[in-house]
Structures are given as C-alpha cells and as structure tokens.
Nanobody
Framework: QVQLVESGGGLVQAGGSLRLSCAAS????????MAWFRQAPGKEREFVAA????????FYADSVRGRFTISRDNAKNTVTLQMNSLKPEDTAVYYC???????????????WGQGAQVTVSS
C-alpha cells in the first residue's frame, strides 16, 4: 500500500511558476513508476508527465513539454512537478499517481493522491 499526498498548488499569474510535490509513504517507493495527471473543470483527467522507477527516463504530454519537469528523489520518497511558463489552460486539479508500469494511461496507476488545485490567471 502506498499513500500519496500532494502539496504546492495555488494561484499564479500567467507566465509564472509553481512547484508541486508528492510525498509517498512506504518503503517501496523506488519500485513504482510515478506520474502526474490533471483534470480541468468539465474535462476528463489527462496525462501530464511520468517518470520511470529510477527517474532515468521521463515522458511528457505535448502540451507541457519544455515547460514542465518531473523529477523524483527515491531517498526521500518524493516526486515533484516543476511548472514554468504557466498558461490559463493549465488550470486544473493535479494528481500524482503510482503504478507498476510507466504509462500515459491512468489505468496503469494503482495509487492516487487527493489532488492539488492549480489556478493560472490571465
């Protein structure tokens, strides 16, 4: 069992930056692929970024590539999402997720955090 807790959301102006963190419980964090998804009002949840177990490979949605960076610290059981050059369309609830396989599909992830609100004003 893995419990995930996100932090770092908030309100920021367009062009600004935010850093989301996800703290994981348990001793097996390094055995899980980690990902970030987001869900905007009235829309389906969508993939944002993912990291392999070691952090050696990362994957991004086209809409955030070059602006967002996912990283993980297996010694501290944390995964972060650095978000730069934010746009109003990035406004959403952001979720971190853990799974056995690195994937862009939410079906691959077993454990989910409660979500963190990110609001970008124009």
């Amino acid at each position: 069992q893995v419990q995930l807790v996100e932090s770092g959301g908030g309100l920021v102006q367009a062009g600004g930056s935010l850093r989301l963190s996800c703290a994981a419980s348990g001793r097996t964090f390094s055995s899980y692929a980690m990902a970030w998804f987001r869900q905007a009002p009235g829309k389906e949840r969508e993939f944002v970024a993912a990291s392999t177990r070691s952090g050696g490979s990362t994957f991004y949605a086209d809409s955030v590539r070059g602006r967002f960076t996912i990283s993980r610290d297996n010694a501290k059981n944390t995964v972060t999402l650095q978000m730069n050059s934010l746009k109003p369309e990035d406004t959403a609830v952001y979720y971190c997720a853990a799974g056995q396989v690195t994937s862009r599909s939410e079906r691959a992830y077993v454990y989910w955090g409660q979500g963190a609100q990110v609001t970008v004003s124009s």
